[in-house]
């Protein structure tokens, strides 16, 4: 989401700052704590990292972990849920604030916390505290939403968005969302002038990686043959010669203790976070494993084989009691699902299932797809055609919402092979137009995104972009191999 995209969205709901009584007639709601939540949005954004692509990726996993924790809390009946762990990197927001350049050259600090909390406006409260933010204007609130529990409630009075006006802000002190979406737009890069003042250090930086990308390739197809590996994998956007370091760790381990290899033979492996095997059945090395953590995790490779054994019969089980459908876990669309949670999550469903057998004819639901999901309340569809459904959902109601969405899960899976067959073609096309290196995108960038992104950029012909590999994403950087990172909603 650019910047523009994102403030747009969130100062739709700030026509009344945190601090009005109002508040103490409803509920904290999730449109309040994106009001309140204000500051830390502007000094975590993930567009505010283009030149740091680690620490951009680490704020939107945890921004993603951050939304589903409150939108969980506001959900009727919610009970009391996990801790969450969460690191940010926080941009220093005190000095020039209005300098364009800040957004290019942030300084920021790391901050990690967990969160234990039971409603929206301490999870806010607590979230501000930790990164050091401003907390003044909702310890009212936290005070008169306290002192309400004490007491029944009487009926909610009648509520409507207030639009300040501008004194408001001159007089308290508080930002202007209108005046900062100005902002915003006044300093909005366009892509030409971007690929004038970045296109030489890009194709420095891409002449310079060309010998590691080289040996990059050269380590992996040797070390697929000599292991029988299926494919080698990244889970993060490591740089070249990271992953070259990773690669050639793990071909001095093949030569240190060879036997131990043994049971990786065809296998994908992904180098990620953590060690162990995801609910692919990929084998995962953390990154920040040593040798003999690899080993050992290598040596238990039969087990975790036999855990996903038992993953695919559950699966083979719900299928035949839910007509058909197949369960799967799309990787693209969430972060990595361990193969003893994805288990877990197939033997809480699996359980719930068997006392009722749902009445579905065999093959009803044949050719669909559903994701399980701990977290989610009830059944949804996807807008790519798969269904999410909650392990804990009524399994009485579940077959009727199955069939009632059926037709149109058909045809959103039918659009979205053509629409990722257009993609696809589109991409070669761009390819050549452009005489690009290579193209790619995140995976974050559906093709409804993709698709008029490459047909714009083969409309303008921007000769600055011959020779050079391009990601669209969804900000401007030059990565540190001399990848172009374009946002899909460039503007020329």
Request: aromatic share 8%.
């Amino acid at each position: 989401m650019s910047m523009i995209s994102f403030l747009r969205r969130a100062f739709r709901l700030c026509g009344i700052p945190a601090m009005t009584p109002m508040f103490q007639q409803r509920a904290f709601s999730g449109a309040d704590a994106i009001n309140a939540l204000r500051p830390f949005y502007f000094a975590v954004h993930p567009d505010f990292f283009g030149q740091h692509p680690r620490e951009r990726e680490v704020n939107e996993n945890s921004l993603k972990r951050l939304n589903g924790y409150l939108e969980n809390l506001e959900k009727p009946g919610s009970r009391s849920q996990k801790p969450a762990k969460l690191t940010f990197y926080v941009r220093d927001t005190s000095d020039n604030k209005n300098d364009s350049r800040a957004a290019d050259s942030p300084s920021f600090r790391s901050v990690s916390f967990t969160l234990h909390t039971k409603d929206v406006l301490s999870t806010v409260v607590d979230v501000l505290r930790f990164c050091s933010l401003s907390v003044e204007h909702l310890e009212e609130l936290k005070s008169c939403s306290e002192q309400a529990k004490s007491y029944p409630k009487a009926g909610e009075q009648f509520y409507r968005p207030i639009k300040w006006d501008k004194s408001y802000y001159i007089f308290t002190g508080f930002r202007d969302p209108e005046q900062e979406l100005e902002q915003a737009k006044r300093v909005e890069t366009k892509l030409s002038t971007w690929l004038r003042n970045n296109e030489a250090a890009a194709a420095r930086k891409q002449e310079d990686s060309e010998p590691r990308r080289e040996e990059l390739q050269r380590l992996r197809e040797a070390l697929c043959r000599k292991l029988g590996l299926t494919d080698i994998r990244w889970q993060r956007s490591w740089g070249v010669a990271h992953r070259c370091c990773q690669l050639q760790s793990l071909s001095r381990l093949s030569q240190q203790s060879p036997d131990s290899l043994h049971n990786l033979q065809g296998h994908t492996l992904v180098f990620a976070d953590q060690s162990g095997m995801n609910a692919s059945g990929h084998v995962m090395l953390g990154t920040m494993d040593v040798h003999h953590q690899w080993s050992k995790l290598f040596q238990r490779l039969p087990s975790y084989e036999a855990v996903l054994q038992q993953a695919d019969w559950l699966k083979d089980r719900i299928s035949l009691l839910m007509g058909g459908i197949q369960v799967v876990h799309i990787e693209r669309l969430g972060p990595v699902l361990p193969l003893q949670d994805h288990y877990s999550t197939l033997s809480t469903f699996h359980k719930r299932l068997l006392p009722q057998r749902p009445a579905l004819h065999p093959r009803s639901l044949q050719g669909l797809t559903m994701t399980l999901e701990n977290d989610c309340s009830s059944p949804r569809l996807h807008e790519l055609g798969h269904f999410i459904i909650p392990t804990v959902c009524d399994t009485d109601e579940l077959p009727v919402f199955l069939l009632s969405r059926a037709q149109e899960a058909r045809r959103l899976v039918q659009d979205r092979e053509q629409l990722e067959a257009e993609e696809r073609d589109m991409v070669q096309r761009c390819l050549g137009s452009l005489s690009l290196r290579s193209l790619r995108k995140e995976p974050s960038v559906s093709s409804r995104r993709m698709i008029p992104c490459c047909l714009r950029l083969m409309e303008q012909r921007l000769p600055q972009l011959q020779g050079l590999r391009v990601c669209i994403s969804h900000f401007y950087s030059v990565m540190q191999d001399g990848d172009l990172c374009i946002p899909w909603d460039w503007r020329g």
